[in-house]
Structures are given as structure tokens and as C-alpha cells.
């Protein structure tokens, strides 16, 4: 068994800064593509930045500039900055995890963490 845990969320005023963490366990051997995804209120969820295992990464036109995806292999981490949060930011933060194979050779793929609320207020 495989799990995904997120971290880092909170309320935080318009223009501030949050970082997001992500801890995958499990006896775990590999983890390829890891992601954020939000969902706000009302709204389908949506990708918000990917990073590859060999660090190459993709971001939501909404969020370029602001947010910043990266990873820790080793750690089998992967983090979030958000900078400069707007209020349209405000969501439940879910982590991602594409495939992940195991030391045992069991293979789960689209891993999914429990999210964590951000919130973007004065």
C-alpha cells in the first residue's frame, strides 16, 4: 500500500506566500510524473503544475510566474511555492502521484493524496 500526504496549507492574505509538501510512502522504488491539482468550491478540479522525474516541468497558464513545482527523489517528495496568492487561488491542494512502483513490484497508478485547503483572504 502506497499513500500520499500534503501539508503546508493554511490561510494566508492576498499576495502572500505558502509552500505545499508531499510525502509519498510505502516502500516505494520509483515514483514517475508527481503533481498538484485544486479543486475550488463549485468548480471540477484542475491541474495546477506537473514535474517529471528527471525534473521537467508543466504549469497552469493561471498559476506561471507565481507557483513553483519541485521534487525530491530521494526524500520521494514534492513541493509547491506559491507566491504572490491571489484569492481565485483558494482551493483544496490534492498531490498526485502517476505510477508508483514498489520494491515488491506492485505498480499503482494515479495515486492520490487527501488535499490540503489553502486559503487566500484578507
Known amino acids: 500500500q502506497v499513500q500520499l500526504v500534503e501539508s503546508g496549507g493554511g490561510l494566508v492574505q492576498p499576495g502572500g506566500s505558502l509552500r505545499l509538501s508531499c510525502a509519498a510512502s510505502g516502500s516505494i522504488f520509483s515514483i514517475n510524473t508527481m503533481g498538484w491539482y485544486r479543486q475550488a468550491p463549485g468548480k471540477q478540479r484542475e491541474l495546477v503544475a506537473t514535474?517529471?522525474?528527471?525534473?521537467?516541468?508543466n504549469y497552469a497558464d493561471s498559476v506561471k510566474g507565481r507557483f513553483t513545482i519541485s521534487r525530491d527523489n530521494a526524500k520521494n517528495m514534492v513541493y509547491l511555492q506559491m507566491n504572490s496568492l491571489k484569492p481565485e487561488d483558494t482551493a483544496v491542494y490534492y498531490c498526485?502521484?502517476?505510477?508508483?512502483?514498489?520494491?515488491?513490484?506492485?505498480?499503482?497508478?494515479?495515486?492520490w493524496g487527501q488535499g490540503t485547503l489553502v486559503t487566500v483572504s484578507s
Open positions: 514535474v517529471a522525474t528527471a525534473g521537467s516541468t
Open positions: 498526485n502521484a502517476d505510477r508508483i512502483v514498489t520494491i515488491h513490484g506492485w505498480t499503482y497508478r494515479g495515486v
